[in-house]
């Protein structure tokens, strides 16, 4: 099984200050990379996901970006927070099959003050 | 577009019962279904999967239930115990794609001992 790692875990960040949480996932190669927020009490909304390195799709409008710089590496940022970005963010695995399980890591906690 | 949702937010049971929780779902498209346990603080953890050729699916305790027909699908866990404590997803996936879910809201259950 896969092993997903994100860091920090929680972060206290003012507004309009920049942002770089990072995931990086042991247990497999190639895997297809998400990243989802999810507000209090409230299902996940994924943002972004990537099927390999270099390669970012955007799911919603949003004031932030994501990047892949290693096969295992998932970097998600900001340049300048926003009250809104406030939220539990989540890193995910699959592998490429489409049966494959989805694995998530223990989440960043955001608080923009 | 889909939507997934939940039911109930909230389910309270007795040590030892079954638990019923539900999910109601919009695309008639989706053709993979997926529960999830999120403890709190904690990233979401795969339970059980079903596909839409499939009406019933059974795990360790957990019986996952897909009605077509109706759009509906269902978590039993039998024998529920203290550490099944936890918020419940569903989720639903387009084009077997298993990250780019769709999550519900969640519901909370709740064992009472």
């Known amino acids: 099984s896969q092993t997903i790692h994100q860091w920090p875990a929680t972060l206290v960040q003012p507004v309009g200050s920049p942002l770089s949480l990072e995931c990086t996932v042991e247990?497999?190669?190639?895997?297809?990379l998400y990243w989802y927020r999810q507000a209090a009490g409230r299902g996940l909304q994924l943002l972004f996901y990537?099927?390999?390195?270099?390669?970012i799709s955007s799911e919603v409008p949003q004031n932030l970006s994501a990047s892949r710089p290693q096969d295992r590496q998932f970097i998600l940022s900001s340049k300048k927070l926003l009250l809104s970005d406030s939220g539990f963010y989540l890193c995910?695995?699959?592998?490429?099959?489409?049966?494959?399980?989805?694995?998530f890591g223990p989440g960043t906690r955001l608080t923009v003050l | 577009g889909e939507s997934v949702g939940l039911h109930l937010p909230t389910l309270s049971v007795q040590e030892g019962d079954n638990s019923i929780i539900n999910c109601a779902y919009s695309?008639?498209?989706?053709?993979?279904f997926i529960w999830y346990k999120q403890e709190s603080g904690k990233g979401p953890q795969f339970i059980i999967d079903?596909?839409?050729?499939?009406d019933k699916r059974q795990g360790q305790r957990v019986t996952v239930l897909l009605n077509k027909t109706v759009k509906h699908l269902s978590l039993q866990i039998a024998a529920t115990q203290p550490g099944d404590s936890a918020v419940y997803f569903c989720a639903e996936a387009l084009n077997t794609n298993a990250g780019k879910s769709t999550f519900g809201d969640g519901t909370t259950l709740t064992v009472k001992p």
């Open positions: 247990g497999t190669s190639n895997p297809n």
């Open positions: 079903i596909r839409s050729n499939m």
């Open positions: 990537s099927v390999g390195i270099g390669q």
């Open positions: 695309n008639s498209a989706s053709d993979y």
């Open positions: 995910a695995s699959t592998g490429t099959a489409s049966t494959d399980t989805q694995y």
